[in-house]
């Protein structure tokens, strides 16, 4: 396979390997849906192995097959890819431009915000290379998908946690149950549950990076996040978290 283009059956987010279908019905291995439904659940750039998906959208994924070892190509590709790496760029261009805002006359105020982004970027970059390099906490990501319900949802009249082992996985489950929000409104929150800065108010910023400062870690490690609704105002996030994580490059 040299690319394939996967789309979600029922026109919504997947909640499973199982409701992704190749376009035209074509054939396609479990890896393959895997790494397309993970680029539709985190809505970014997914790769696993040889394998690499791009989201179009919501509903459908173009997966991409790479061949060969690890030539220089596949490492610049590795190191531009990483979001540590990205962010220091940006670190480093907004440093500068707050030093010449400060030799600037009458431009104080835009330095001093400058300043505070730049404190902020810096925090966050340290976070996120933490999380590349330490051995993936299931308990972390399970306090972060809670966290991350409550901010989508608002107020809960229930939060529950349970795991099950399958296969190769230990599936971290977390069940949050809404006090009343709207069934769209529910379909907008679990479309959201893999976007950064997770927050009840739509196209706004949240205080906190959420469920998604785990995302480079679990392509890192081979685990897996997907979302869906159940009756009566309840979403679902499985975490699909390998016993013995592997790297994947």
């Known amino acids: ?69 690890t030539g220089s190509g596949q490492w610049h590709e590795r190191f531009a890819r990483g979001l540590g790496h990205r962010m220091a760029g940006e670190i480093t261009v907004a440093s500068v431009t707050a030093g010449l805002l400060d030799e600037a006359a009458g431009m104080a105020e835009d330095s001093e915000m400058l300043g505070s982004a730049i404190d902020g970027l810096a925090r966050l970059l340290t976070e996120v290379e933490e999380a590349q390099m330490m051995e993936v906490s299931a308990a972390r990501i399970v306090a972060d ?38 069934r769209p409104a529910l379909e907008r929150a679990r479309a959201r549950v893999g976007l950064p800065w997770p927050t009840r108010v739509e196209n706004g910023l949240g205080s906190d990076l959420g469920l998604a400062r785990w995302c480079t870690a679990m392509q890192a490690h081979g685990h897996q996040m997907w979302s869906r609704l159940e009756d009566e105002g309840i979403l679902v996030t499985d975490l699909w978290l390998r016993n013995h994580p592997v790297s994947q490059g």
């Open 1 to 69: 396979m040299g690319f394939a283009l996967v789309q979600a059956q029922a026109g919504t987010p997947p909640g499973g390997v199982e409701e992704l279908i190749g376009a035209g019905d074509a054939a396609l291995d479990r890896d393959s849906l895997v790494v397309a439904g993970q680029a539709l659940t985190w809505q970014t750039t997914f790769t696993s192995g040889s394998l690499t998906a791009v989201p179009l959208n919501e509903t459908s994924a173009m997966v991409f097959s790479r061949v060969g070892g």
């Open 145 to 182: 998908t809670l966290s991350t319900h409550a901010a989508l949802m608002g107020a809960l009249t229930d939060q529950q946690v349970s795991e099950r082992r399958q296969g190769d996985f230990t599936i971290h489950t977390v069940r949050s149950t809404s006090a009343g929000l709207p």
